[in-house]
């Protein structure tokens, strides 16, 4: 009886620091937005620059984060995903430092939007990559752990500025959140490749080449199936694997004869799989999560200014956005615990906590006081979790591990121009209305955009699927 060994995802041992490292750089970037109000509020209002500015940064960092996450494909190529991710790292640091020079809103939209987001759209796909690559069959239950050390930190964040604000100023508070963010390059480093930690599983030979019997007989028929294909088809097949794997550097098999009767436009589309963007199901999910993301950036970075117009104190207002966190962070924990129990697809949470939100915020504006403002806000923090933690996996459920990257890289994309077009439209609403109440109906519409495609698209596959097993 002879045997051999298969190597594994680990699914835990290093995979568990590598959950760390991903926390370290998104604690920073995703902490940064309901605390923007909080660090730049009173500089902007000291050079005059008004809700159409801050909305026009965050969009603009959204847009360069969209452009840098779609080519990351091509940088994992050429480079590791290790070392992709120590770059973005090191840009991200370097757009904390300039910022503590900053005097003009073009100087702090160089910094904040084009450097820190160029260096987040590295950061993120190289992070949700390598952990995926980790993991296999504890993914929930590990994205979930690793989103609960995001919330602890994202919980302390506001927190954290307004007591830097207070003891070292505007300026002096960026230079020691400057040396806090420089962790994320500690982060990248941890994001070792998965073979150098890949489990080594003794198999029995015989028994394997009993199951996979069938298998290669079903992969000979493909393989002759594949040898009628034309050309192009057959190039578009094998660019898509090539761009989504992400590892391969070798050579295709392709004629120089049918590359040339490609065009370019063809070829991109094969380099970056734009072919899935004519699967509408993919589309729905891709453009309906954009929406809503958007919405969610949009609502808590406002939120601090309009609890300013409220006559809320820096203070008050910090202790309410850690009410939110701090719920984030218990709903992350529920998740994670419910995770091992219960097996629910992502997207149907995703779009529970889509509905949920859509309908607390007409709550959020009916409220003024204290008490009932910190526990709309904990509500909405509760269901943030759930539009956050399942984000990529709702991608990993509906597409192959192969095309994972691709896909993701392609949500990116769109959901950074997305934000790039739809911010200053919000912004140049709140100059022209002087009314957070009316642009925070704006940015629930696009939450709605989520939300209400979605729901039809599960109520026609329901009727379709039920009027098929009506005729059979």
Known sequence: MKKSIRLEAPDGGW??????????????????????????????????????????????????????????????????????????????????????YVKTTAELTVAYSLVQGIAAGLIIPASYTCFNSYFVKKRVMMMAFSQTVIGVGTMCYPVVIQKLNELYGFRGSLLILAAINSHAILGMLIMQPVEWHMKKIVVNNDI????????????????????HLRPHENLSSRMGSYISLGTWNGPIGVSAE??????????????????????????????????????????FTLQPMYLFELNYTKMETAN???????????????????????????????????FFTFITRFAFLEVFDYVNMAIVTAIMGFLRTWIHVTMPLVIGEY????????????????????????????????????????????????MGLCVFPWLIEVFYLKCRKYKNSTRS
Not at 74 to 88: A, D, P
Not at 264 to 293: H, R, T
Not at 406 to 430: A, D, E, H, K, W
């Open 15 to 100: 995979g568990i620091l590598v959950c760390f490292g991903m926390a370290m750089p998104f604690i920073s970037i995703l902490g940064s937005f309901p605390s923007f109000g909080l660090v730049f509020g009173d500089f902007l209002k000291s050079i005059g620059a008004e809700t159409s500015a801050i909305a026009f940064i965050t969009s603009a960092f959204f847009c360069s984060l969209s452009f840098a996450g779609l080519f990351s494909n091509s940088l994992f190529n050429r480079f590791s995903r290790r070392t992709v991710g120590i770059v973005g790292g090191i840009l991200y640091f370097i757009g904390n430092v300039m910022q503590v």
């Open 208 to 227: 394997e080449r009993d199951r996979s019997e069938p298998l290669m007989n079903a992969e000979e028929r493909g393989s002759r199936q594949s040898m």
């Open 258 to 299: 049918s590359v040339k009767k490609r065009s370019y436009w063809q070829c991109i589309e094969d380099f970056l799989d734009l072919s899935l963007l004519k699967d509408p199901i993919y589309l729905n999910i891709v453009l309906g999560m954009s929406f809503a993301l958007y919405s969610d950036l949009a609502f």
């Open 320 to 354: 309410i956005i850690a009410f939110g966190a701090a719920a984030d962070l218990i709903s992350r924990v529920i998740i994670a615990l419910s995770a091992i129990f219960v097996t629910v697809s992502s997207r149907h949470i995703y779009l529970a906590g889509s």
């Open 399 to 446: 597409l192959s591990t192969e095309r994972f990257s691709s896909g993701y890289g392609l949500f990116m994309f769109l959901q950074g121009n997305i934000t790039f077009l739809i911010g200053p439209i919000v912004g140049y609403v709140r100059d022209r209305t002087k009314d957070y109440v009316v642009t925070f109906h704006c940015v629930n519409i696009f």
